[in-house]
């Protein structure tokens, strides 16, 4: 059975720093790619970036360039989000999920999602 189970939100301070993991099983991680996705409330999930199987980054949001990084530890089958300097406008529920593919580009085509992990920035 395919799973991908997110972790490591909680409420942080503006300035702050969290790293959210997705542990995966039920298939092998390093032959996909894994995305992170967020949604806001009242807002559309949007994509964040993702990580090819080479370790290739992508960012689709201009925002969290410079803030925010991605790495897999295949050997874990987990994959980590970084993010620092969290400002309001980041809290959302953040959401992993691996695409049918090796690598990031195009649009995503993708096979299972996590259940999502509140982040909420704040004082």
């Known amino acids: 059975q395919v799973q991908l189970v997110e972790s490591g939100g909680g409420l942080v301070q503006p300035g702050g720093s969290l790293r959210l993991s997705c542990t995966t099983s039920g298939f092998t991680l390093e032959y996909y790619a894994i995305n992170w996705y967020r949604q806001a409330p009242g807002k559309e999930r949007e994509e964040v970036l993702c990580?090819?199987?080479?370790?290739?980054?992508?960012y689709y949001i201009d925002s969290v360039k410079g803030r925010f990084t991605i790495s897999r530890d295949n050997a874990k089958n987990t994959v980590y989000l970084q993010m620092n300097s969290l400002k309001p406008e980041d809290t959302a529920v953040y959401y992993c999920?691996?695409?049918?593919?090796?690598?990031?580009?195009?649009?995503?085509?993708?096979?299972?999602w996590g259940q999502g992990t509140q982040v909420t920035v704040g004082a």
């Open positions: 999920a691996n695409r049918i593919s090796a690598g990031c580009l195009g649009s995503a085509d993708i096979g299972y």
């Open positions: 990580i090819g199987t080479r370790g290739a980054i992508t």
